[in-house]
Nanobody, 115 residues
């Protein structure tokens, strides 16, 4: 199983970024996918989940209404569209695949929101 995140970077407050997570090594369309984040000096925090099939989504309260999780099963990819970014969104963002007996994680992508 491999998860590779991309799309992070430096953005000004109020800006947008789209993160991508390319998955391989398992039947992507059969599993929910999640995004987490970890800010400096803090624990890892759940951000959003998308199920499959069906694409039902759930969001943590701090990002609700600003972030959108989506997936394209034909591309084995899950996305996180982040709008109206705030300095408190600064963190390393991780893709997560809960595959029954264990979870798999990507290496993370840094998002920094600063003027």
């Amino acid at each position: 199983v491999q998860l590779v995140e991309s799309g992070g970077g430096l953005v000004q407050p109020g800006g947008s970024l789209r993160l991508s997570c390319a998955a391989s090594g398992f039947t992507f369309s059969s599993y929910a996918m999640r995004w987490y984040r970890q800010a400096p000096g803090k624990g890892r925090e759940w951000v959003a989940t998308i199920t499959s099939p069906g694409g039902t989504t759930n969001y943590a309260d701090p990002v609700k209404g600003r972030f959108t999780i989506s997936r394209v099963n034909a591309k084995n990819t899950v996305y996180l569209q982040m709008n109206s970014l705030k300095p408190e969104d600064t963190a390393v963002y991780y893709c997560n695949a809960p595959l029954g007996l264990r979870d798999y994680w990507g290496q993370g992508t840094q998002v920094t929101v600063s003027s």
